[in-house]
């Protein structure tokens, strides 16, 4: 069955970047859409984007301007770039496979979470 | 601030039937499109629990079950458990944003 995994740096400096990557076995990787959502520390989820086998992106607007979502199909992964970071980003990561079709889609598979904390 | 609300917190009884609600507006959940709901255990990933509104993944018991009218949804469950004590989480698709919404969550106690 389809696993996915996050990977990355635990702890990243204020204004720097955070990068994380989810890679994906066991299922097939080109013929869906791949997420990222994040859940601050005793709060919420929030939906940061998502990226299919070809490249294409949708982006949260609070964060777009922030955002880079990028697909290595050789390598059955996909990375989160989120630049210029402050404690607000402090979160664990998901990466999550999106399923159904536009824009009724939801997330059917997730990763374990990476847990992401920003300090000096 | 979530785009779509949810209680802050609900409790039951074992064996009781319990509701969490999610509204929503007239640019998600008011212009019909979908709504999902997730459940996440402590410590945990979110774990698709319904989706289409009332549409139960392989696996889910019939114990739950989903409803939508006008902005507002529901998941319902019945016949409480222990093992249902979780975090509650309902998604929809704006139309403003031009992507996914959350609830901000709800907490299931079972007494």
């Known amino acids: 069955q389809v696993q996915l995994q996050e990977s990355g740096p635990g702890v990243v400096r204020p204004s720097e970047t955070l990068s994380l990557t989810c890679t994906v076995s066991?299922?097939?990787?080109?013929?869906?859409?791949w997420s990222w959502i994040r859940q601050p520390p005793g709060k919420g989820l929030e939906w940061i984007g998502y990226i299919n086998y070809s490249g294409s992106t949708n982006y949260n607007p609070s964060l777009k301007s922030r955002v880079t979502i990028s697909v290595d199909t050789s390598k059955y992964r996909f990375s989160l770039r989120l630049n210029s970071v402050t404690a607000a980003d402090t979160a664990v990561y998901y990466c999550?496979?999106?399923?159904?079709?536009?824009?009724?889609?939801?997330?059917?598979?997730w990763g374990r979470g990476s847990l992401v904390t920003v300090s000096s | 601030q979530s785009v779509l609300t949810q209680p802050p917190s609900v409790s039951g009884a074992p064996g009781q039937r319990v509701t969490i609600s999610c509204t929503g507006t007239s640019s998600n959940i008011g212009s019909r499109y979908d709504v999902h709901w997730y459940q996440q255990l402590p410590g945990t990933a979110p774990k698709l629990l319904m989706y289409?509104?009332?549409y139960r993944p392989s696996g889910v018991p019939d114990r739950f079950s989903g409803s939508k009218s006008g902005t507002s949804a529901s998941l319902a469950i019945t016949g409480l458990q222990a093992e249902d004590e979780a975090d509650y989480y309902c998604?929809?698709?704006?139309?403003?944003?031009?992507?996914?919404?959350f609830g901000g969550g709800t907490k299931l106690t079972v007494l």
């Open positions: 289409a509104d009332t």
């Open positions: 998604q929809s698709f704006d139309s403003y944003l031009g992507g996914s919404v």
């Open positions: 999550a496979r999106r399923e159904g079709g536009y824009p009724n889609w939801h997330f059917d598979l």
């Open positions: 066991g299922g097939s990787f080109s013929s869906s859409y």
